[in-house]
């Protein structure tokens, strides 16, 4: 058990350390960044069974049914590669600010 570890008290306190990852998928020509986080949990939270989860920080399948990019897991990894395979399953639209600037910047 690492030392962060045992600063949470109580369970309910869901302790997580966070570990950053940063995804690159082509969309029409433009690259779509994603910023996934993982949280590693002390103890997973009430109603899970894993410690990892991991989130995306945009939406994919825009056009029909928009859902931020999960996944749980029993390792990092496991929560990691969950998030990374939604993200290039489904359809995403490029960010309209990131197309905006490379227009003023033309």
Known sequence: MADWQFAQKNVSEELAQLHFFSFKKCVSGEEVTFTI???????????????????ADKPVNQK???????GWGNSLLDALNGCVRAIREFPCEADESSSSESVAGA
């Open 64 to 70: 029909l049914g928009p859902f931020l990019p999960s």
């Open 37 to 55: 986080t993982v949280k590693e949990y002390v103890a997973p939270p009430p109603g899970q069974y894993a410690r990892f989860f991991g989130q």
